[in-house]
């Protein structure tokens, strides 16, 4: 069963790039958030893969955290943020090459300042399943 993390973000941040509304948000979308980047700005965080095989396919569990980080815009910048991904990624689709998309969901939001007291990052979790396509 192929390894599906590297296609599935790409067709993530796709799916995110091709929104205007998010993109009037944020600067962009990153993996690794050049340095000197304007705020706000989206990166994906953390992202996980869980194989989910039945006696009759091959299928993975994906998990990826998302995180908006702000400054002078604060938690209502973040919560804007935040509520575009929400009905981006809550029960829609995705084209994912080499997979059939099973399910979207979000599985939960959170904004919080941090420790330099300047900045506040938005952090959403989200859920793709996948079927490896025969």
Avoid: N
Avoid at 40 to 48: D, F, G, K, S
Avoid at 94 to 111: D, E, H, K, P
Wanted: net charge negative; proline share 4%; with cysteine.
């Amino acid at each position: 069963m192929a390894y599906p993390l590297p296609v599935a973000q790409g067709a993530l941040v796709a799916k995110l790039e091709a929104d205007a509304a998010l993109m009037a948000l944020v600067s962009g979308v990153y993996d690794q958030v050049p340095q000197g980047t304007p705020l706000p700005h989206l990166r994906m965080a953390e992202v996980t893969a869980v194989p989910q095989e039945t006696s009759s396919h091959g299928g993975w569990r994906l998990r990826f955290e998302l995180q908006a980080t702000s400054r002078h815009g604060g938690k209502a910048e973040c919560h804007a943020i935040l509520a575009r991904l929400h009905t981006l990624l809550q029960e829609t689709d995705a084209s994912v090459s080499g997979y059939t998309f099973i399910q979207s969901r979000v599985l939960g939001s959170r904004v919080a300042e941090l420790r330099d007291g300047e900045h506040w990052r938005g952090t959403l979790e989200a859920e793709w399943l996948l079927q490896q396509s025969h």
